[in-house]
């Protein structure tokens, strides 16, 4: 069953917020180019870009494109937006990076409305009082395209913190022990990966 909740996911949950309307994003192709324009994100794998609000819209997914930097009205800033894929996953899927270092933590945010699945052509205030955002995130080394879920806020089924630490941590033994002790917890999971990015990340 949660293998199957997972692949659902995998297919059709994505980030919120970010597709309410045309906005202006830095696309990086995996020719080399980077172009600019006008992007909304269509689904967890699918962008729409045009060079101008008037142009010719192209569609892009993880075929063509690495990565898009989309604007972010209320902070008037860029928020960027990669591609990762977890093995549970059929295809990659976008991506917020949280932390970048020698370990990655990135974050995947999802809409569930009164158990509902909803894509990302429906935005926030579409989804009713009784939507919630559940809130995965993922590590990987050296930034690399696969990622696994290291814990989650929102959903049953969090999973066990402190073993899959163990597992992704394993060469930071001081990590371990606060994680153990309950000095770090599955909350704290920013300040987990930087601490051993600071710690234990520059140890070949």
């Known amino acids: 069953m949660k293998r199957i909740v997972a692949l659902l996911i ?18 990086y192709l995996k020719n080399g180019d980077t172009i600019q324009g006008f992007a909304k994100i269509l689904s967890s794998e699918k962008v729409k870009f045009k060079h101008n609000l008037k142009g010719k819209k192209v569609i892009y997914d993880s ?14 800033s860029f928020t960027t937006y990669s591609y990762k894929q977890y093995p549970q996953g059929i295809k990659a899927v976008f991506m917020e990076p949280i932390v970048l270092g020698r370990m990655c933590l990135y974050l995947q945010k999802i809409s ?16 009713g009082m009784d939507a919630k955002i559940l809130y995965k995130y993922y590590v990987c080394r050296d930034d690399s395209f696969m990622v696994f879920e290291i814990t989650n806020h929102g959903s049953v089924f969090n999973g066990n913190f402190v073993k899959k630490a163990k597992e992704h941590f394993n060469d930071c033994p001081t990590l371990i022990e606060k994680i153990e ?24």
């Open 10 to 27: 995998g297919v059709v949950f994505t980030q919120l917020n970010i597709n309410a309307q045309n906005r202006e994003a830095r696309l």
């Open 63 to 76: 075929n063509s494109l690495i990565k898009l930097e989309l604007e972010n009205n209320e902070r008037k």
């Open 112 to 127: 569930v409305s009164g158990g509902s699945i909803f894509t990302n052509n429906q935005s926030a205030g579409t989804l």
């Open 181 to 204: 002790s309950k000095e770090f917890k599955r909350g704290d999971i920013g300040d987990v990966v930087r601490y051993y990015n600071e710690t234990c990340g520059l140890i070949e």
